[in-house]
């Protein structure tokens, strides 16, 4: 079996050499300059410990690094049109910005077009790429939890003010304490399925994401807001508590969580969310059953909405729920996850 550090050995031998077959087979973040190349990079080569490695270019937007303008990793195996490249060098001056079609009117660039040629050269929504990057920047911080005026000298930038307007547009607030508000403290958690994010104090855990989640913004912007709340890079107690939870999930040893939780929804949300609990590891309900078990039969529709606004990921089990007929519906988290996460409690349930 090919362990992770022996992949991890080839890619970084690949880039030693600069082997033109690895392009576009992985991408390499290099931690001391904060960019991610191709195999072929003619940039000087970093230590083997300054290297993480991705198989897509999302992973390394997500994780905090930025194209490197020598290799411009994310044009194989074409040339960027003059559009796209303009495109890119605009999120990278602006990075936390929320781009929408008048922006691109008044660039005098057409939206539909812009759309179309980013997603043909980068495989990705121009959307996608905008966010990745400004997600990548609250990430890197969280998952490094350094200081933020050494952060933001990782990010590229030339002042504090473009990392600490990027950090805002996630977060809500500067990354400074303010001891008039509710602090909570965001902490990045390593799994098999992909990166997650979790957000606590020392009570409570109130959010558990794949940080690749889409809509991820808007949960933070939600929770922050209803808290009144500074969200800062830490580790609490709470967050130590399901980060060892999860690792023992995933090896097939846990099957209840016992992290001190929060719910926060309307009491329509909390009544679906109560019935997820109650379905056991390696079972599965459908939307039409979790109505009829709040004696609400006809809000399927609903109960599908619900499912898709829980903020604990894996502890609130809405991978859980399937569609009537078998289908496995929808996951805010990906299929892929969710049939992966039915799965893992299918074999460990048969044990």
């Known amino acids: 079996m090919i362990t992770e550090e022996a992949v991890r050995k080839e890619f970084y031998q690949a ?5 033109t077959e690895y392009d576009g087979i992985f991408f390499a973040g290099i931690k001391t300059t904060g960019v991610f190349c191709h195999a072929t990079c003619p940039a000087r080569k970093p230590k083997y410990d300054n290297c993480q490695f991705y198989e897509t270019a999302e992973e390394a937007l997500l994780s905090g690094f930025r194209p490197c303008k020598r290799c411009r990793p994310l044009s194989f195996p074409r040339e960027i049109p003059e559009t796209v490249q303009k495109m890119v060098d605009l999120v990278e001056a602006q990075p936390e910005k929320r781009w929408k079609d008048s922006d691109f009117s008044a660039l005098g660039i057409h939206a539909a077009t812009a759309r179309r040629q980013f997603k043909k050269v980068y495989g990705m929504t121009f959307v996608q790429y905008a966010r990745a990057r400004r997600m990548g920047i609250a990430m890197k911080t969280i998952k490094n939890g350094e200081k933020i005026i050494d952060t933001q ?9 473009g990392f600490h307007d990027a950090f805002t547009k ?3 607030r500067k990354p400074v304490l303010s001891k008039a508000m509710k602090v909570l403290y965001a902490d990045w958690v390593d799994t098999v399925l992909g990166p997650m994010m979790s957000i606590a104090d020392d009570e409570f855990l109130y959010l558990l994401e794949f940080v690749d989640r889409r809509g991820l913004e808007r949960e933070i912007e939600r929770l922050r807001n209803r808290l009144s709340a ?3 890079p830490g580790k609490t107690a709470v967050s130590e508590q ?4 999860l690792d023992l999930y995933f090896k097939g040893v846990l099957t209840t969580f016992k992290t001190p939780i929060t719910l926060m929804g309307s009491d329509f949300q909390k009544d679906v969310w109560h019935q997820l609990q109650l379905i056991e590891p390696g079972q599965t309900s459908t939307y039409k059953e979790l109505a009829e078990k709040i004696d609400n039969p006809k809000a399927i529709r609903a109960v599908g909405t619900a499912n898709g606004a829980n903020q604990l990921a894996i502890i609130i089990p809405c991978h859980r729920v399937i569609q009537t007929g078998g289908g496995l519906g929808g996951y805010a988290g990906g299929l892929e996850r969710k049939r992966w996460l039915l799965n893992h409690e299918r074999k460990n349930r048969m044990k």
């Open 242 to 245: 399901i980060k060892r939870e």
């Open 15 to 19: 880039l030693l050499e600069r082997k």
């Open 230 to 232: 500074q969200i800062i």
């Open 153 to 161: 000298l990782d990010m590229g930038y030339e002042s504090t003010s």
């Open 170 to 172: 996630i977060m809500g």
